[in-house]
């Protein structure tokens, strides 16, 4: 059985944050869960599909998170319990659907999980998706910690069965990737089926349906706004004349920080985790007996604007500051010093935590800035497209592993946008410029957003090539399926899509499969692409190597060496490739034998022909 599936309330249990809200699911009685994966969330979907089976609850891995969205809105629609879990940009792939679905409502509780990423650990921008609260009227919530993080999930299905609305639970990288006890619950029994009641007057969504829709739902912040103020997630803790009203991890912070200054007496914290709709009365009496107030959260300054105008509507006038010249910053994420020092600043107490320690005289340690992995067929297709198109060639990217192509000395990658957006950002460097154009996308990245701008592309006219980094699984998110891979080794019974297939029904006439590992194919092919007039699509497929290893299908090749009698160190294989599994020692080249997997990409690229497989051991 797997572990977070044992039906033994109060057990404890060390889980990751995101295995926390896993939990919180099973024991809510989850029917449907969707996703896109995407880092910080993915092991909350990773979790779901190890143990949808056994569960009895529905899973899959949807092909963008609008999509996600939608599968678990039409579940909860039916009267099924469900939950869609993306990262903060995905919320913007999924907000569409959003929007009209708290106007929609549901018949079932419908929990979607959102993961904020401050300090951008692994995104392209760190948005503060607190706004789509507002934005959509439907509530938030914001656990603190592993435990709340299992128990807020719980609690996000039996709020949004009051209210007939989706709840949206709001994470943050380091609360999904905390590790704390969590001690479990009882588990409700599943509901994996529902009806769909038959109501077109209330659920399509046409302008005079959503005029009346849009007054309900106004009518509903009411109703929110009084589960807000009774929320045993918002608390008033302390009764000093020193106010701090934080959120989420950053209550942590403050909490040590109030400990180590020594502060405890004279400070009062207004906790809110049931975030949206900020509970009014609950401010106002806090507001009421602390003289000022200093708003500790991540980001942009929600709170800290909304704090500000209850203050104004209810006559009351004291400090209340949060961003700002030594304040906090409206950049990355906080850390325990940070806040220990705004608070002892802002409150004017001393700060006599332990100075740090004095590193000046240590040598700075080596970069190690990351890097496509050893073997990975990606670098190849770089170098074949480098070899034709060269360094004036424009190269929009994508979100993915490959989107690492940045770094020297490979520099293939001239623009990233967001999912898709190479496809259609080359259309537009296309028509507005002369320059030869070369974009690259993912294959999980081509599901999710990349079909409609090729076929835009096509209809259009355009004039560029597209190269389709197929790896068979969506590597950087942790090799989960999407509709191009074999799920057979995984045990799930799904149809795999061809991207060929469908790049050839998207109406593109000159469609090259390759594999880059065999070098003057791929040269050929990026060849006959620069020569062909009009969108020009080259798939590159070759299975990443650590899945092929996940999945025991890893072939079997023997690490490669440089023969130093014959190498002339023109360094074409270091300064053209790049692979980790090489270095320079001695001025010499060599190959790690221990990280090589026998590509042999470098040995095609070697002019000299010194770069040889290792003799097997007799």
Not at 52 to 74: D, H, P, Q
Not at 208 to 235: C, G, P
Not at 597 to 609: K, W
């Amino acid at each position: 059985m797997h572990k977070l599936l044992i039906d033994s309330p109060d057990t404890e249990m060390l889980l990751l944050g995101n295995e926390a809200i896993a939990r919180g699911a099973i024991e809510a009685g989850v029917g449907v869960a969707s996703c896109y994966p995407g880092t910080p969330s993915s092991e909350i979907p990773d979790t779901f599909f190890a143990m949808f089976k056994e569960a009895g609850f529905y899973f899959e891995y949807s092909t963008n998170e609008k999509v996600a969205l939608e599968v678990a809105a039409g579940a909860a629609i039916s009267g099924v319990r469900s939950i869609v879990t993306m990262k903060h940009v995905g919320m913007n792939v999924a907000s569409d659907s959003l929007m009209t679905m708290a106007y929609l409502g549901v018949n079932a509780g419908m929990v979607v999980i959102n993961a904020d990423d401050p300090f951008l650990f692994s995104s392209q921008n760190e948005q503060d998706n607190r706004y789509y609260a507002r934005l959509s009227g439907l509530p938030m919530i914001e656990p603190t910690n592993a435990q709340e993080m299992k128990d807020m999930t719980v609690a996000a299905f039996d709020i949004s069965e009051q209210l007939k609305l989706p709840v949206i639970l709001r994470t943050t990288t380091r609360l999904n990737h905390l590790r704390g006890a969590v001690r479990f619950g009882s588990i409700k029994p599943i509901q994996s089926k529902g009806f769909f009641k038959k109501d077109p007057f209330h659920f399509v969504a046409i302008p005079a349906v959503s005029r009346n829709l849009h007054k309900i739902l106004v009518e509903k912040y009411d109703q929110a706004l009084e589960l807000s103020e009774k929320s045993k997630y918002n608390q008033i803790i302390g009764s000093g004349k020193w106010g701090i009203v934080t959120n989420g991890v950053s209550m942590n912070y403050v909490q040590d920080a109030i400990n180590d200054l020594g502060i405890g007496d004279k400070v009062t914290i207004l906790r809110l985790g049931f975030s949206y709709p900020m509970p009014e009365k609950m401010i106002e009496k806090f507001l009421s007996n602390v003289e000022k107030v200093l708003v500790v959260e991540e980001l942009e300054p929600v709170m800290e604007n909304e704090i500000r105008s209850i203050a104004q509507s209810k006559g009351i006038s004291m400090p209340i500051k949060g961003k700002g010249n030594n304040l906090f910053p409206r950049l990355y994420e906080y850390d325990p010093g940070l806040v220990r020092k705004t608070i002892a600043s802002y409150f004017n107490v001393p700060d006599t935590s332990p100075a740090m320690v004095d590193v000046s005289a240590l040598s700075e340690l080596p970069g190690r800035p990351p890097n496509l992995c050893a073997g990975c067929p990606h670098r190849a297709m770089y170098y074949a497209i480098k070899k034709v198109y060269g360094p004036d060639a424009i190269y929009p990217s994508d979100i993915g592993c490959y989107t690492l192509g940045v770094l020297p000395p490979l520099s293939m990658a001239d623009l990233v946008i967001c999912m898709g957006g190479s496809i259609g950002s080359a259309c537009g460097i296309e028509a507005a410029t002369d320059q030869k154009v070369v974009s690259f996308i993912g294959d999980s990245t081509f599901f999710h957003a990349g079909i409609p701008a090729l076929i835009n592309a096509v209809h259009n006219n355009h004039n560029f090539t597209l190269v389709i980094l197929d790896n068979g699984t969506t590597a950087m998110t942790g090799h989960q399926p999407h509709p191009g891979v074999d799920t057979t080794p995984m045990g799930v019974d799904t149809t795999q899509l061809s991207i060929e297939s469908i790049v050839r029904g998207c109406g593109v006439e000159h469609v090259q499969v390759v594999n880059p590992l065999q070098v003057k194919k791929s040269i050929a092919a990026a060849q006959a692409s620069k020569d062909f007039d009009g969108i020009s699509v080259i798939i590159s497929k070759e299975i990443c190597p650590l899945y092929a290893r996940a999945i025991q299908k890893a072939k079997k090749a023997r690490p490669f060496y440089v023969n130093q009698d014959k190498c002339k160190q023109h360094l074409d294989c270091i300064n053209h490739l790049a692979c980790p599994a090489m270095y320079i020692a001695d001025n010499k080249t060599m190959i790690n034998e221990s990280l090589c997997i026998g590509c042999a990409v470098c040995a095609q690229v070697c002019p000299e022909n010194a770069i040889l497989p290792l003799k097997k051991p007799a």
